[in-house]
């Protein structure tokens, strides 16, 4: 934490400020990490401005508590917000920093000014500076990184809904392909794009294909029945396709019961069963025009 402000860097921060901000901008538009590509000139310096006034406001109370302090709860609002918008954005973790630490060298600036014929003292004020930067800064690390978390875990779940589709295969019969690990994540989302499809078309039969599952353990076969027994509840019976025999020789080893649940081969043999479940059978053209004299 911090040492209480002195009255001297508040002075300097208060009278300087349009100078400080000056240089700061020259510093950041200047500076390797700069990211011209992400945001624009204009809405640097907005940024800016509105972080170095709260540095000022903050450092004029005299309260040390950055990280808590009620005095300093706008700068840490502004911080997290900023920082989530550049995790979005695509900045690193360095370039969100460098935001708060490049102010360093235009407070300095100033400093040396004002107090360089006392060294003893401008050393006291630096030090006091650095402090209370290096806690903002870290700030915007944590604040980053929850930033860049809540970003990967959105797109997460948008790629386990991408990748669980529910298929209208015909009327009253729904097909749902797995490609890739069933885990207790993935089965809650496929367990609701199904619940939520045999609502809305209300659907009988529902087809699991697992064709593209790598492999099926214990686990994965508990995944499966639960989706089985929550669409049963819902009044649609399921029908599990895409059992190689190196599948059906795993389940048979780990002696995994699946019940009364219809299982084959390939999804073209469950979409056979579905048709003639819905009492409906697929036809030879030909064959059909012939019997008719069409």
């Known amino acids: 934490m911090p040492k209480p402000a002195s009255s001297k860097l508040s002075e300097v921060l208060l009278r300087y400020e349009s100078d400080i901000l000056a240089t700061w901008m020259q510093l950041q538009l200047s500076a390797v990490k700069h990211r011209g590509d992400l945001i624009k000139n204009s809405d640097l310096r907005e940024q800016s401005a509105?972080?170095?006034?709260?540095?000022?406001?903050?450092?004029?109370?005299?309260?040390?508590?950055?990280?808590?302090?009620?005095?300093?709860?706008?700068?840490?609002?502004?911080?997290?917000s900023l920082s989530r918008s550049r995790a979005k954005l695509g900045f690193t973790p360095a370039e969100t920093a460098s935001f708060?630490?490049?102010?360093?060298?235009?407070?300095?600036?100033?400093?040396?000014?004002?107090?360089?014929?006392?060294?003893q003292a401008l050393v006291t004020e630096i030090i006091t500076a650095s402090e209370l930067l290096d806690v903002l800064g870290l700030l915007t690390m944590?604040?980053?990184?929850?930033?860049?978390?809540?970003?990967?875990?959105?797109?997460?779940q948008e790629l386990m809904e991408l990748s669980?589709?529910?298929?209208?295969?015909?009327?009253?019969?729904?097909?749902?392909?797995?490609i890739g690990t069933l885990d207790s994540g993935r089965t809650q989302v496929v367990m609701e794009n199904l619940l939520q499809r045999i609502v809305e078309t209300g659907a009988s039969i529902a087809i699991l294909d697992i064709t593209g599952v790598p492999t099926v353990d214990t686990l994965v076969a508990q995944h499966l029945l639960?989706?089985?027994?929550?669409?049963?509840?819902?009044?649609?019976?399921?029908?599990?396709?895409?059992?190689?025999?190196?599948?059906?020789?795993?389940?048979?080893?780990?002696?995994?019961?699946?019940?009364?649940?219809?299982?084959?081969?390939?999804l073209a043999?469950?979409?056979?069963?579905?048709?003639?479940?819905?009492?409906?059978?697929?036809?030879?053209?030909?064959?059909?025009?012939?019997?008719?004299?069409?």
């Open 50 to 80: 509105r972080f170095l006034e709260l540095v000022r406001e903050g450092v004029q109370t005299g309260d040390p508590n950055v990280q808590s302090g009620a005095a300093w709860a706008a700068t840490r609002e502004m911080l997290e």
């Open 100 to 119: 708060v630490y490049s102010l360093k060298a235009a407070i300095f600036e100033r400093l040396r000014e004002e107090m360089g014929s006392n060294p």
């Open 142 to 156: 944590e604040m980053y990184q929850k930033g860049r978390e809540g970003v990967i875990a959105r797109q997460q």
């Open 164 to 178: 669980t589709p529910v298929v209208m295969l015909w009327d009253g019969v729904l097909a749902l392909p797995l």
């Open 226 to 266: 639960k989706a089985v027994s929550a669409a049963r509840l819902m009044g649609a019976d399921c029908i599990i396709s895409g059992i190689r025999p190196q599948i059906a020789q795993t389940i048979v080893h780990l002696g995994v019961d699946l019940g009364n649940v219809t299982t084959k081969a390939t």
């Open 269 to 294: 043999e469950a979409f056979r069963v579905a048709l003639n479940r819905t009492s409906r059978r697929i036809v030879d053209a030909d064959f059909q025009a012939s019997t008719t004299g069409a």
